[in-house]
């Protein structure tokens, strides 16, 4: 079926029940309302036929933005548990107790944070779970720039981040946990990554899993790209992530001087061991790639050429910045704005690749090879 949303997470439930998590841009010309929302497309039978709700934060709690956790979770009862937030501290946990028909909303409360003062939502691509000892987690994308902390909180880069405004390729994600069913949320630990977002979670069992994250930004060493690493649960409740230990690069086939294709890379085992991670790349014509590589594209005439036709196909993207306003600014923000016109003109874009790979594990010390 011709489903509508982009960024589909698809959920499945006992008895193959399917809900896939989507959301609608203002700027898609299929969108009528024009404002963003959510759209979950649920199946009863393997996906052969879907029926579609929409939610719109608008119409249901006057506020114009609509997120949701990429994931659905369903808890020991059978209840289906899923975030939305509205940004500004304006939070609530969706609770279906008949399969994902119908939700009950219930007001939801983060902890450690200004989150009234926060345009976006901790909901927003987080991801719910829960631990082998049953705890529920959410691991959860924040922009530290626009959003101030009241607690310290393990793990935190060590990065300037109000230096970079309102720009969100430098967020980092954060591990709340929840004691009461997804109603209150507290951080314990933040994953020491600058640049990282669309986390997903997968266990290993024994308190490992796998937490593969995209990176949007060349920074300390880091390249763009699908990457994973292992997060363990101690005996006594710690929460580790092993950052700097055997880091798992599943794709790293964008070039620094271009940006980041978008990854996505939520990774699923199957029975046998073999570990599933589709991610998408970023590609350019070669006379991009030459502008990229020299940075040349940052050149006025060249920049403004660009952006001036691409103003023809898609005014609103292109005439809300020009080579003046973004030269003086980090230059992973000079190249999205270049690269998002030659994107306009079909001479760029991202490809995607399903990653295909296995992870052996020392089980003594969740040390992979």
């Given amino acids: 079926e011709n489903l509508f949303g982009r960024e589909p997470y698809l959920n499945r439930f006992k008895s193959d029940i399917l809900i896939m998590t989507t959301h609608a841009l203002v700027s898609d010309v299929r969108n009528r309302l024009k404002r963003g929302y959510v759209v979950l497309h649920r199946s009863e039978d393997r996906g052969i036929t879907w029926d579609s709700t929409n939610i719109d934060a608008y119409e249901l709690y006057g506020k114009e933005r609509t997120s949701t956790t990429r994931n659905i979770l369903e808890l020991e009862d059978g209840t289906y548990i899923m975030g939305l937030g509205c940004g500004y501290g304006e939070d609530y946990l969706y609770v279906s107790s008949d399969k994902g028909r119908t939700w009950n909303v219930k007001n939801a409360s983060i902890k450690g944070m200004k989150v009234e003062e926060y345009a976006y939502s901790v909901f927003e691509e987080g991801i719910f779970f829960k631990t082998d000892t049953g705890r529920l987690m959410l691991l959860a994308r924040t922009s530290l720039s626009l959003l101030e902390l009241d607690m310290d909180i393990p793990g935190i880069p060590d990065f300037d981040f109000k230096s970079i405004g309102s720009h969100d390729h430098f967020d980092i994600e954060i591990l709340f946990e929840s004691k009461d069913n997804g109603i209150s949320w507290v951080p314990i630990k933040a994953l020491n990554f600058v640049s990282c977002m ?8 024994q308190g490992r899993y796998i937490v593969t994250i995209t990176i949007r930004t060349p920074y300390r060493g880091n390249s763009m790209g699908v990457q994973a690493i292992i997060m363990e649960e101690k005996p006594d409740g710690q929460i580790v992530f092993h950052e700097n230990e055997n880091r798992m690069v599943i794709d790293e086939k964008t070039p620094d001087y271009l940006q980041s294709g978008g990854g996505f890379g939520n990774t699923i085992i199957l029975d046998d061991g073999t570990c599933l991670t589709p991610y998408s790349f970023y590609r350019a014509d070669d006379e991009i790639v030459e502008l990229m590589k020299t940075g040349k594209f940052m050149e006025k005439d060249i920049f403004e050429g660009m952006r001036k036709k691409a103003e023809k196909y898609n ?13 003086k600014g980090p230059e992973d923000l000079q190249r999205h704005c270049f690269l998002g016109c030659c994107e306009v003109m079909h001479l760029c874009g991202p490809r995607t690749e399903l990653a295909v790979w296995k992870l052996p594990l020392d089980k003594e010390s969740c040390s992979c090879t």
């Fill in 198 to 205: 669309y986390p997903s979670v997968c266990p290993l069992g």
């Fill in 315 to 327: 005014y609103n993207w292109a005439s809300g910045f020009s080579w003046e306003s973004v030269r």
